[in-house]
Nanobody
Framework: VQLQASGGGLVQAGDSLRLSCAAS????????VGWFRQAPGKEREFLGS????????IYSDNVRGRFTISRDNAKNTVYLQMNSLKPEDTAGYYC?????????????????WGQGTLVTVSS
């Protein structure tokens, strides 16, 4: 599976962005997908995940209520809608496909990682 995250950019605090994670070469319709981010000098941070059919979503405390994950299996794409962005949300954002149909925050669950997309939030 090749993954490509897109949709990042430079925005102001309070703005919204929607990131996309598209898969090629193979479908991930049977797999959970997670979103992570990593800021310079910091560890990779779990943001949330969505189950294979979109029926279950999990979010970290840092983003719950502001970020929403959804998926369109017909398009082989998963989305991360980010609202009320803050300067501390500035990071590279990555999607990853899990080995499992349902998955949480454990990095070891995730088998395929996409190239990230950079989100910069100015104050």
């Amino acid at each position: 599976v090749q993954l490509q995250a897109s949709g990042g950019g430079l925005v102001q605090a309070g703005d919204s962005l929607r990131l996309s994670c598209a898969a090629s070469r193979r479908t991930f319709s049977n797999n959970a997908v997670g979103w992570f981010r990593q800021a310079p000098g910091k560890e990779r941070e779990f943001l949330g995940s969505i189950s294979w059919n979109g029926g279950t979503t999990i979010y970290s405390d840092n983003v719950r209520g502001r970020f929403t994950i959804s998926r369109d299996n017909a398009k082989n794409t998963v989305y991360l809608q980010m609202n009320s962005l803050k300067p501390e949300d500035t990071a590279g954002y990555y999607c990853a496909v899990s080995r499992f149909s349902y998955s949480g925050r454990e990095l070891s669950n995730y088998q395929y990682w996409g190239q990230g997309t950079l989100v910069t939030v100015s104050s």
